[in-house]
């Protein structure tokens, strides 16, 4: 008897290692590895282009380093390698900690324009307008409308210094792995490369990174949990607000947890109640790559900037949410329903969001 | 139907006595009219007394009970139904302006949600009820609703017509989504045996075998704002909606829709319990 439930243990042990997606922990790992090597080489790397930023982009201002954040961030589609970037010049002095706060900020704003763009390939292909574009552009009026505010907010929460006793670095168990796995990589680079493409090397490996990182999340099996009835059901705001930080605090990427709501239902529906808390909850874990960078670097107060970026967007939100969640919601379903009203708005909001980050940049 | 009408402060009395009698005249069971007073001041009892002798006149039905208790509302009004066993509750509450949804608790809100049975919240004006508009959410309680609006019809007077309407908030989830769904009609959706014509069909099903005409709708938008405006343009004299859900997890997960519409409507609103929500409660 004793025998039997020994063995009966021991099949159960192997049976549990077997499940063990192996291929994805390995796929983890390597993609954890190249966040780790392309922030060094970024933050190696961006002396380089200092030039660059204080001559031809003249990156002198606020305006600037927020439209400066916002366009790099629609040209590589995607906002984390951007707000990586900006630490990295943070790093080596090129930008301030406001600079780079309003640089980070920029990328945010930024992020939101993939999933956009992805709607617009769909109406290229005959789908409907409405359809294809709803939760993007309610993707981008939640992220303008509330990091907006929640600039102000973080640059007032910079300048008291309240924060300041919130700063990290890697400490020496994390410092020997860097002289071991990373440094001589690192170094390898920045001794036959110049500068300038150490950085661009660095921001090319981040993107793997992110790509690989994606490639390695279990497939979420929601459908069946009571999360999985979002669809039918209209949840408290502040339910689908946790959730949908959870949700992106794995995933790491806003449009990434936001595709996660397709599989939510079968049809791919989303209760327009509880999509706008999902999003502003997303939008605060969303900076939870850009805390690890910060933490990687030598000036310990990157850590301070994104943690005031992470604490002033929740306020805001949350004071949104508690004070106005109604009214906000039908505001910002209003204009998204006007924007896909006709092809004249869809065109003039296109102008808009594309020049506005230009214009920033040129003030 | 074992009816309470729970007299109090917050509106004119005669206003919900007319109201309240209209369900007193098909039912043979007798109707109990409660005054609750805050406490046993000479002047509170001295009103409350006044108010029950007025309710009777007003009424003049040779069956009525009165009765007082001194307490607070809710409490009292809860015990009342828990001793008595009674179906509906009827209450008044005045009409709220966007200041007063910020600045005052609703007493009579307090009650409806938390007494064991269902309960109507009137406000407005005292008229004939014809036109319903009963409210279904899909949420799985299709038949407490129709079973209840189909055994008041039976003791209101004349015909009623029940519109069931079902509000499709959902959007796509993603670009690639097929979305003629969301922007399709009553009928489309029926056609198409899509979940929500399924829905409205069988709730249309339900209370046509209960003996009650009535008529599918499907609204697309926020929910409780598409109620609002249907309830306002579609000049109905009674709204009909379940309570919320009081069974753990979800009664922390969802949104209370029922007090949202509660508090904003200016029409008399019925909130439905089932017997299962007592227990849960």
């Known amino acids: 008897m004793a025998q039997q439930q020994a ?223 979002v669809s039918r059901l209209v949840y408290h705001p502040l339910v689908m607000f946790l959730l949908g930080a959870a949700v992106t605090m794995i995933s790491m990427s806003v449009s990434l947890s936001l595709s996660i709501l397709v ?78 009203s006709s092809n004249r708005n869809l065109v003039i909001f296109g102008l808009i969001i594309l020049s506005i980050p230009i214009m920033l940049l040129l003030i | 139907m074992k009816i309470l009408i729970v007299l109090s402060n917050f509106l004119s009395n005669d206003e919900l006595l007319t109201f309240g009698g209209m369900f007193a005249q098909q039912t043979e069971i007798p109707l109990t009219v409660l005054a609750v007073v805050g406490s046993d001041k000479e002047s509170h009892l001295a009103d409350a007394k006044k108010n029950l002798a007025e309710a009777q006149a007003k009424l003049n039905l040779p069956n009525l009970v009165t009765k007082f208790r001194i307490g607070d509302l809710c409490e009292q009004v809860k015990h009342e139904v828990e001793q008595e066993n009674f179906e509906l509750v009827i209450i008044g509450e005045r009409n709220t302006s966007y200041i007063d949804r910020w600045i005052h608790r609703f007493p009579s809100a307090v009650v409806a949600e938390n007494v064991p049975c269902s309960a109507i919240v009137f406000k407005g004006k005292a008229k004939p009820i014809r036109r319903i508009l009963l409210c279904d959410s899909g949420a799985g309680r299709a038949s407490v609703l129709s079973q209840f609006t189909a055994q008041l019809a039976r003791i209101l007077p004349g015909d009623e017509n029940v519109t069931i309407l079902h509000v499709m908030s959902q959007i796509s989830a993603g670009p690639g989504v097929t979305g003629k769904n969301l922007r399709a009609n009553t009928d489309e959706l029926i056609e198409e045996h899509t979940r929500e014509g399924l829905l409205v069909e069988a709730d249309v099903q339900a209370l046509h075998d209960l003996g009650i005409h009535s008529s599918p709708m499907v609204r697309h938008g926020l929910v409780v704002d598409e109620i609002l405006a249907e309830a306002r343009s579609g000049d109905y004299d009674l709204v009909i909606v379940g309570a919320h859900e009081y069974q753990p997890p979800k009664t922390f997960l969802l949104e209370n829709i029922a007090r949202q519409i509660l508090r904003k409507i200016n029409k008399p609103i019925l909130i439905v319990r089932g017997n299962e929500d007592f227990d849960r409660k």
């Not at chain 1, 606020?62 to 040209?75: D, V």
């Not at chain 1, 030598?298 to 109604?326: C, E, K, Q, R």
Request: charged fraction near 10%; charge should be positive; proline fraction near 3%.
């Open chain 1, 263 to 340: 599989p939510l239902s079968n049809r791919g529906f989303i209760r327009r109640e509880n999509v706008i808390p999902y999003i502003m909850g997303a939008n605060i874990t969303t900076f939870i790559d850009t805390l690890l960078a910060a933490s990687l670097l030598d000036v310990p107060s990157a850590f301070t900037i994104v943690l005031a970026g992470m604490i002033s967007i929740s306020i805001v939100s949350i004071l949104v949410l508690l004070i106005m969640n109604h009214l906000y919601q039908a505001l910002a379903l209003k204009s998204a329903n006007w924007i896909t």
């Open chain 1, 7 to 229: 063995d009966l243990k021991k099949k159960a042990i192997f049976s549990r290692l077997t499940s063990i997606p192996y291929s994805k922990v390995a796929l983890f790992i390597a993609s954890l590895y190249l966040f780790i090597l392309a922030i060094t080489l970024m933050k190696d790397g961006a002396g380089g282009l200092a030039p660059l930023m204080d001559g031809f982009f003249s990156i002198d201002n606020l305006a600037n380093s927020l439209g400066f954040g916002w366009s790099f961030a629609y040209l590589i589609m995607s906002g984390s390698p951007v707000a990586a970037s900006a630490l990295a010049f943070y790093n080596t002095g090129t930008l301030d900690q406001y600079n780079t706060f309003a640089m980070i900020t920029g990328s945010r704003l930024g992020a939101s324009f993939i999933v956009i763009l992805i709607g617009f390939i769909y109406i290229l292909r005959g789908r409907d307008r409405s359809t294809s574009l709803s939760m993007g552009l309610i993707s981008l009026i939640v992220t303008v409308t509330t990091y907006i505010p929640a600039f102000f907010l973080g640059l007032y929460l910079l300048r008291s210094g309240y924060l300041d006793r919130f700063q990290i670095q890697a400490g020496q168990s994390i410092q020997s792995i860097f002289n071991r796995l990373i440094y001589p990589i690192s170094n390898l680079a920045s001794d036959f490369l110049p500068q300038w493409l150490v950085f661009l090397v660095g921001l090319g490996i981040i993107m793997l990174s992110f790509f690989l990182f994606d490639k390695c999340l279990p497939e979420m099996a929601l459908k069946e949990s009571q999360v999985g009835q």
